[in-house]
């Protein structure tokens, strides 16, 4: 006799394991010699996308890889500033250590201060002001004024380095949140090698703070105001339901979209 027919994902041995433990916890008397296991693996294959499917997704849905594009750009550019600071601390001194124990300093302030703009400001928000305000502390550090135990420049690359560090440790957030469920991996894959790029960048900084701080900090500053410009483009992912689909990420975009239409026409007739 065939027996019973039982479909499982390729594990025979553990599968009739299984069926022996679900039967005597049953109080039910069976022979798994006398069951015949039919494979079914490819019924789970069929509902996993290939690779090649989903990176022709982002061929085939413009709104996912602008968000990827938009967020690459900010990856480079927050790397950059990141690690320029992370090298160029000494530059920024007299005190080569202390310099770096305020940097130290100001990141676990910002490990601890990071969740609280997100709970208010939410995703979006919080990345615009962190470049910003990043941008501004650049150039603020110009100011030539001493305090004694710090200089103005060294307490306002401090603050920037800050913000930029929190701007840093969002974006992968961000992006978990925004990319779709079968491209996720996909997209903070590409977000870490454009990180990496700036990572790669930033210590060349080191270099520039030697051939002019104030010309260094100016540079750090249009990069950071002109990367708080981006996130405008992007939506909002706080209390958002993560999209399942690349194609959902296209109809939210469409969607707010009308939104704003319809908004700016309720405006003029009002």
């Known amino acids: 006799s065939s027996g019973i027919n039982a479909e499982y ?18 109080n039910v008397d069976l022979n798994t010699d006398n069951i015949q296991l039919e494979k079914n693996a490819g019924q789970a294959d069929d509902t996993k996308p290939s690779q090649l499917e989903v990176l022709k997704e982002f061929l085939e849905y413009r709104e996912m890889t602008i968000q990827l594009a938009a967020l690459m750009i900010m990856g480079v550019i927050v790397a950059f500033i990141y690690y320029g600071f992370a090298f160029g601390w000494g530059k920024l001194g007299s005190d080569l250590y202390l310099s770096y124990f305020y940097a130290g300093l100001g990141d676990l302030l910002t490990i601890i201060l990071q969740p609280v703009p997100h709970m208010y400001l939410g995703r979006r928000k919080s990345m615009i002001v962190y470049f910003l305000v990043a941008g501004c502390t650049f150039l603020v550090a110009l100011i030539p004024l001493d305090f004694g135990f710090i200089t103005l420049e060294q307490l306002s690359c401090l603050v920037g380095s800050m913000f930029s560090s929190a701007a840093f440790f969002s974006l992968f957030l961000y992006t978990s949140e925004l990319a779709p469920d079968a491209q996720r991996g996909k997209m ?3 977000l870490s090698i454009a990180c990496r790029v700036g990572a790669l960048l930033g210590p060349q ?9 104030q010309g260094t ?9 002109l990367a ?22 296209q109809e939210r975009r469409l969607e707010r979209k009308r939104n704003l239409r319809l ?7 009002s």
């Open 188 to 190: 903070l894959g590409f």
């Open 228 to 249: 708080s410009l981006v996130p405008i483009r992007l939506p909002e992912s706080r209390d958002a339901k993560t999209p399942a689909t690349a194609a959902e990420v």
């Open 217 to 225: 900090l100016v540079i750090f500053a249009v990069l950071a105001v």
């Open 205 to 213: 900084a080191n270099l520039m703070f030697e051939w002019s701080k």
């Open 263 to 269: 908004s700016a026409l309720e405006d003029e007739l």
């Open 9 to 26: 994902g390729g594990d025979e041995k553990n599968a009739k394991r299984s069926l022996q433990w679900l039967a005597k916890n049953n």
